[in-house]
């Protein structure tokens, strides 16, 4: 089989978007745009992948961590053909099939570039395009057949309004012979009301050296979906979590309201969890088996372990939850916390950075933060970790079974020793030892009479007054 080298256009400013952001890192369902375009090319195993840039170059080039890709640089922008020659070089020697894609096209998969490539192949062509027949083709060029043959591509601004009538599209992907291709693009003109290098023009001047050009029709017409506006965005990005959804239901995840339901594309869950409206699971997130993540939860780049159960309105980033753990509702646990099998944080508890063992337990209006913290222990209600000293920032150690009173405040660096138990509303500064009672209050004193003696007798006046 022919060598397949992949080519990325990525240069274009997308003004539609009326964005400072570079087109293609636009996120459709977690992940930039242009993030799927080059997963679905990989799957090719190319030869070569290389990724045309221009505007906000340095920007994309920072944001794509892919092994073995190219950049060329395109400035100024004038058109896909343009963008195309600057690639030239880096074909100097290569031989087989190039694959023109556009960064913007994230619903584009791999099995219709493995049945491109196929058709291209074994038809022996010079070109072969992507085409699909659509409702609405305002907007796409036109494929402008003759007896079947496909003779050029008109784009929109420069159709006729009998061409504008086909619905024929073209998708911008091709697959093309590198023999000649090159030569051909340089012959390319501008002639159109933009003054750019159109690529879909060489399909006339192949057509005028005799050489051949072929079609793909795709069966579902969204694959070719490009991203111009923030509308196109949302709908896209619609379709990406609409298909996860189904995808999840259909391996046995129960998700009550899909259409309040975010799940990003890079998100695994379990069978047997119950997933409740208005959801989100975002980033890279594991749900383990038979976990039930209740309404109003946001989870994102966190690994939950099977049985979790998430009450309502949580918010958890980058976290780790093991079997049987519980969290909520309105907890919020971030940067790196943990919560050991069984572990439970509750009401307004926020947890930072922090580790919590197998079966720990910190229920009401809490926050730890910078703290390590052993198996079964209790946490007392309004219990505060002062991790901070204005400059840097200390850790506070529980550790297994200490009993920590409600209104406590630990004065981090500092540890509780195993078994120990802090009175409430205690304020700790110094080391615990293990089976200690730590206590900072005084003793408490009544004083009779107190409330009535403060009161000032009223008036006769102030009597009637009142």
Not at 355 to 371: E, I, R
Not at 421 to 440: I, Q
Request: hydrophobic share 40%.
């Amino acid at each position: 089989m022919s060598d397949v080298h992949i080519v990325v256009l990525a240069a274009g400013k997308g003004t539609r978007m009326k964005s400072s952001r570079p087109k293609v890192l636009h996120h459709v369902a977690g992940a930039p745009m242009i993030e799927y375009v080059l997963r679905a090319a990989v799957e090719l195993a190319p030869k070569t992948v290389t990724v045309v840039v221009g505007h906000q170059a340095d920007e994309v080039v920072s944001a794509l961590d892919h092994p073995g890709l190219t950049f060329v640089t395109q400035e100024p922008q004038l058109g896909t053909a343009h963008a195309l020659l600057m690639a030239e070089p880096l074909f100097k020697d290569k031989t087989g099939v190039l694959i023109l894609l556009s960064g913007d096209v994230p619903l584009l998969t791999a099995g219709t570039l493995e049945r491109l490539v196929a058709r291209h192949t074994t038809t022996d062509t010079a070109a072969t395009i992507i085409t699909a027949v659509v409702e609405e083709p305002y907007g796409y060029g036109r494929i402008v057949r003759l007896d079947d043959r496909v003779e050029r591509i008109v784009e929109e601004r420069d159709a006729t309004e009998e061409q504008r009538a086909i619905r024929e599209i073209n998708s911008g992907i091709y697959a093309f012979a590198l023999e000649g291709l090159f030569d051909a693009v340089r012959s390319i003109a501008a002639e159109n009301t933009q003054r750019e290098y159109y690529l879909p023009d060489l399909v006339a001047i192949y057509r005028t050296l005799g050489r051949g050009v072929e079609t793909v029709r795709l069966v579902d017409p969204n694959e070719i979906l490009g991203v111009n506006s923030r509308s196109d965005l949302a709908a896209i990005s619609r379709i990406v979590r609409d298909a996860k959804c189904a995808a999840l239901m259909a391996n046995g995840v129960t998700i009550e309201d899909p259409a309040t339901t975010y799940v990003d594309y890079d998100v695994e869950v379990g069978q047997d969890t119950i997933i409740d409206p208005g959801v989100s699971l975002e980033g890279r997130t594991v749900i383990g088996r038979a976990c039930r993540i209740h309404g109003g939860t946001r989870i994102v780049d966190s690994h939950i372990g099977d049985g979790v159960t998430i009450l309502d309105h949580c918010v958890i980033h980058d976290s780790m939850l093991e079997a049987g753990a519980q969290a909520g509702p309105f907890a919020h646990l971030r940067q790196r916390t943990e919560l050991g099998a069984g572990a439970k944080v509750g009401n307004f508890v926020e947890v930072k950075k922090s580790s919590l063992g197998p079966g720990t337990k910190a229920m009401h209006l809490t926050y730890l933060g910078d703290a390590v913290i052993g198996a079964k222990v209790n946490v007392g209600a309004g219990t505060i970790t002062c991790n901070y000293d204005g400059t840097d920032k200390h850790t506070t150690t529980i550790e297994d079974g200490a009993f920590i009173g409600s209104d406590t405040q630990l004065i981090a660096p500092v540890t509780v020793g195993q078994e120990a138990y802090v009175g409430t509303g205690t304020t700790v500064r110094e080391n615990v030892p293990p089976g200690a009672l730590a206590v900072s209050a005084g003793k408490q004193r009544n004083i009779d009479g107190w409330v009535q003696a403060r009161k000032k007798p009223r008036t006769e006046v102030e009597a009637k007054r009142s």
